[in-house]
Structures are given as C-alpha cells and as structure tokens.
C-alpha cells in the first residue's frame, strides 16, 4: 500500500511560481509512474502531468506545457511540479497520484481511472 503526500501548495501573484512535493511511502517509489491531477471549485479533477518510473518521459496537458516540469527524485521517494507564470485559471487543489509500472500508454497515464494510490492534495491559490 502506497502512501502520497502533497506539500508546496500557498498562495502566490500571477506571474509567480511553486513547487509542489509529493513524498510516497509504503512501496518501492522507483516500481510506480506518477501523476499530477488538479480540482477547481466546481469542475471536475483533470490530468496535469505524468512521468515515468525512471524519470525519462514525461507527459503534460496543453495548458501547462512550457510553464509546469514534473520530475522526481527515486532516491527521496518524492516527485515534483515546478510551477512557473502561473495564471489565476491554475487555481486547484493539486493531487499526486500513483500506479504501479507496467505496460500503459501515454494517454492512460492521463486518466484518473489508471492510477491505484492518491494523495490528499494541496491548495495552489494563484491571485490576479
């Protein structure tokens, strides 16, 4: 059983940045690719970014590519997400989340149904 979680969350300026952490405990980090997903008030949870179990793809909905890096660091069982230029349209509550490492392609790493473990999230609060 895999435990995530979140930290970073704040609030910050247009324009500024964060960087979320997500700390997984509970399973062997380097045997799950990991994703980022994010809720604003009323609308459903969407995908943000996805990486790998080795760190070497990565994967980003549109809106964030450029602005949003998600690493991670199989040494410290922690992934990250870098956000820069952030817009007022980021404002979200941000989840990690975690599913074992098999053969899954690219656009189901972007599907809530795909990943197994999720963390509790962290509030990203951006002001105009």
């Known amino acids: 059983q895999v435990q995530l979680v979140e930290s970073g969350g704040g609030l910050v300026q247009a324009g500024g940045s964060l960087r979320l952490s997500c700390a997984a405990s509970?399973?062997?980090?380097?045997?799950?690719?990991m994703g980022w997903f994010r809720q604003a008030p009323g609308k459903e949870r969407e995908f943000v970014a996805a990486?790998?179990?080795?760190?070497?793809?990565?994967y980003y909905v549109d809106s964030v590519k450029g602005r949003f890096t998600i690493s991670r660091d199989n040494a410290k069982n922690t992934v990250y997400l870098q956000m820069n230029s952030l817009k007022p349209e980021d404002t979200a509550v941000y989840y990690c989340?975690?599913?074992?490492?098999?053969?899954?392609?690219?656009?189901?790493?972007?599907?809530?149904?795909?990943?197994?473990?999720w963390g509790q999230g962290t509030q990203v609060t951006v002001s105009s």
């Open positions: 509970g399973g062997t980090f380097s045997r799950y690719d």
């Open positions: 989340a975690a599913i074992r490492r098999g053969p899954i392609d690219s656009q189901a790493l972007g599907l809530l149904a795909t990943y197994d473990y």
């Open positions: 990486i790998r179990w080795s760190g070497g793809d990565t």
